[in-house]
């Protein structure tokens, strides 16, 4: 199982079933868009950051703080450069860590998350054969996101 299906299995179900209505949002909007808006998009979903990215920075600058705390007020702060690599060392094993489930809630996605709104602005765009896409937005969403979960799955 890949760390994005972990976090996903993770995450509880009110949050994940926020984040696929928010896609499934977003993707019936870009329904009958003109293709530079969906390029547009896809482009913002290039620049967006996922999980592991913001859970590494936040890691990251957790560690320089407490060394910075350590040097200037106590050592004492060192227990945060201590504790920070323990979660991400249980996230590298079980592809969860309490930080995850904050992160998850402020509506940050994993990578695949990311890749399949992409893929699904793709085939909207008609970059992909084989698809048929008319009918209501929403339906048309849904097909899309369908196909592009087929597609990364």
Do not use: Y
């Amino acid at each position: 199982m890949s760390s994005a299906d972990r976090v996903r299995s993770s995450t509880s179900d009110d949050v994940q079933h926020r984040l696929d209505e928010e896609r499934l949002q977003r993707v019936t909007e870009m329904v009958g868009a003109p293709a530079e808006a969906i390029t547009a998009r896809i482009e913002e979903l290039d620049r967006a950051w996922d999980v592991e990215r913001v859970l590494e920075a936040n890691a990251s600058s957790l560690m320089l703080f407490g060394v910075l705390m350590s040097r200037v007020h106590s050592r004492k702060w060192l227990w945060l450069c201590a504790a920070v690599p323990a979660f991400l060392l249980q996230h590298a094993i079980q592809g969860w860590c309490p930080p995850i489930a904050v992160i998850r809630r402020l509506g940050v996605r994993t990578r695949n998350e990311l890749d399949v709104e992409r893929t699904a602005l793709k085939a909207l765009r008609g970059d992909f054969d084989g698809l048929e896409l008319d009918g209501e937005p929403q339906a048309v969403a849904r097909a899309a996101i369908g196909a592009a979960e087929r597609r990364s799955g």
